[in-house]
Nanobody, 119 residues
Framework: QVQVVESGGGLVQAGGSLRLSCTAS????????TDWYRQPPGKQREWVAG???SGVSSVTGRFTVSRDNAKSAVNLEIDNLKPEDTGIYYC?????????????????WGQGTQVTVSS
């Protein structure tokens, strides 16, 4: 079984920065793509930024996705935080898991981490 767990959320003042981590665990798997989504209070989940499995980093406006191979993690750094960045941030990972010589695709979500930005 492959799992991803988000961490790093918290209460931050507007204008600050925050780094979230998405850590993958399991056996015999590879990740093709990792995306970060968020769900603001009372709103639908929305895509924030992402990166292919072979990537090193990706920048989308104030959002930077980077890889930490030592920790099997994909990080999301948010700069110049705004109150509208408040929400639950989720990691989504898609890839392949090798089970007895056969590769099976997976598409999994973490449980989310809360980010609250105060004005």
């Amino acid at each position: 079984q492959v799992q991803v767990v988000e961490s790093g959320g918290g209460l931050v003042q507007a204008g600050g920065s925050l780094r979230l981590s998405c850590t993958a665990s399991g056996t015999s798997f590879s990740i093709d793509h990792t995306d970060w989504y968020r769900q603001p209070p009372g709103k639908q989940r929305e895509w924030v930024a992402g990166m292919p499995g072979s990537g090193v980093s990706s920048v989308t406006g104030r959002f930077t996705v980077s890889r930490d191979n030592a920790k099997s993690a994909v990080n999301l750094e948010i700069d110049n935080l705004k109150p509208e960045d408040t929400g639950i941030y989720y990691c989504n990972a898609r890839g392949l898991r090798n089970i007895r010589g056969t590769r099976y695709p997976f598409d999994i979500w973490g449980q989310g981490t809360q980010v609250t930005v105060s004005s």
